[in-house]
């Protein structure tokens, strides 16, 4: 009874490891980690500085909308090349989309092109998600695996 349940365990265990592994990177991504035990999207975004939508977009294939299906030791991509944001600030309880721009030195129309998940009235940002602040514009990027 218990090798069976034993042996299940390490049949489930190779099936997640190879649905891990059989995973490929984006074309052109030039920054990525492993997941840890504990990651959460948030986490990762603000350890790496990588914008929350960013992060979701270069990784469509691998993580859900939800971000709740992060496997630990699995490879997820940060950025791509030539359209890797990794200028960032961790939204604060208090902050809005203006006094984020303002402290970044940035115009509110390149904020919200850059974080194109964030609505026009900014009423969608949440403490904890990682907004792109860099100057550059990175609009109209399509990702592709």
Do not use: W
């Not at 190779?14 to 995973?23: D, H, K, P, Y």
């Not at 979701?56 to 997820?76: H, M, Q, R, T, Y």
């Amino acid at each position: 009874m218990h090798a069976s349940f034993f042996t299940a365990g390490l049949v489930a265990l190779a099936v997640i490891a190879s649905g891990v592994s059989g995973q490929t990177l984006p074309a052109g991504c030039d920054r990525n980690i492993t997941v840890q035990s504990g990651d959460t999207c948030d986490a990762i975004s603000a350890k790496h500085n990588v914008s929350t939508y960013q992060l979701a977009a270069v990784n469509s294939g691998i993580i859900d909308p939800a971000c709740d299906n992060l496997f630990v030791g699995e490879v997820i991509c940060l950025g791509i090349t030539g359209q890797d944001c990794n200028i960032t600030q961790v939204m604060q309880t208090g902050d809005t989309c203006y006094s984020v721009a303002n402290a970044a030195g940035i115009p509110i129309n390149t904020l919200l092109a850059n974080n194109p998940n964030v609505n026009t009235i900014c009423t969608n940002v949440y403490p904890g998600e990682v907004l792109c602040t860099a100057s550059q514009i990175y609009v109209n990027i399509t990702y592709s695996g």
